[in-house]
T-cell receptor, first 113, second 108 residues
Framework: GAGVSQSPSNKVTEKGKDVELRCDPI?????LYWYRQSLGQGLEFLIY????????KSGLPSDRFSAERTGGSVSTLTIQRTQQEDSAVYLC???????????FGPGTRLLVL | DAKTTQPPSMDCAEGRAANLPCNHS???????VYWYRQIHSQGPQYIIH???NNETNEMASLIITEDRKSSTLILPHATLRDTAVYYC?????????FGAGTTVTVRA
């Protein structure tokens, strides 16, 4: 079946611009996660959704980062006033529930010039 | 989460079995061992996971020692497409954390 999809696959933006990253989870998966992976860095947790609620936003780096999920499905990660240090691969994952296996999307490669 | 230790790299001949070791000596009783891999420029791909018993699926086998302090991922017949970074993690909650992993290069 269809896996997790993300769009865009690549995004180049100028410092100070806002960007929106989209994630379509696997159908029926109630849990959704955003991670960030920088060159030479490990996987960094950003936020976890259960349904449309985000019980854990502890990994969001600053108030420039926000995320929402609607209809228990699609999620959008928004970065306002992008900075060069925001350049990274943003990964979305979903799972049937929070204790089940997480399946990742292909990621969005963000480059802030 | 318990820390894991993996060799930084290993080579494998195409068609041969690849055995990837992982040490997790501080694992707790309710922590699962998960394996993911990441092929260059792609998202992490789930391979297999286990708690106590050995597991096998269409991709690989996972052998967990009786004391659960180490495990081995076995790719039975490695192909060139198996070249990737392989991550062994132990998890108790939903926040996944990858270490450096093992870079596996399958050679023809």
């Amino acid at each position: 079946g269809a896996g997790v999809s993300q769009s865009p696959s690549n995004k180049v933006t100028e410092k100070g611009k806002d960007v929106e990253l989209r994630c379509d989870p696997i159908s029926g998966h109630t849990a959704l996660y955003w991670y960030r992976q920088s060159l030479g860095q490990g996987l960094e947790f950003l936020i976890y959704f259960q349904g449309n609620s985000a019980p854990d936003k502890s990994g969001l780096p600053s108030d420039r980062f926000s995320a929402e999920r609607t209809g228990g499905s699609v999620s959008t990660l928004t970065i306002q006033r992008t900075q060069q240090e925001d350049s990274a691969v943003y990964l979305c994952a979903s799972s049937l529930s929070e204790r089940e296996t997480q399946y990742f999307g292909p990621g969005t490669r963000l480059l802030v010039l | 989460d318990a820390k894991t230790t993996q060799p930084p790299s290993m080579d494998c001949a195409e068609g041969r079995a690849a055995n990837l070791p992982c040490n997790h000596s501080t694992i707790s009783g309710n922590e699962y061992v998960y394996w993911y891999r990441q092929i260059h420029s792609q998202g992490p791909q789930y391979i297999i996971h286990g708690l106590k018993n050995n597991e096998t699926n269409e991709m690989a086998s996972l052998i967990i020692t009786e004391d659960r302090k180490s495990s081995t991922l076995i790719l039975p017949h490695a192909t060139l497409r198996d070249t990737a970074v392989y991550y062994c993690i132990v998890r108790v909650d939903y926040k996944l954390s990858f270490g450096a992993g093992t870079t596996v290069t399958v050679r023809a």
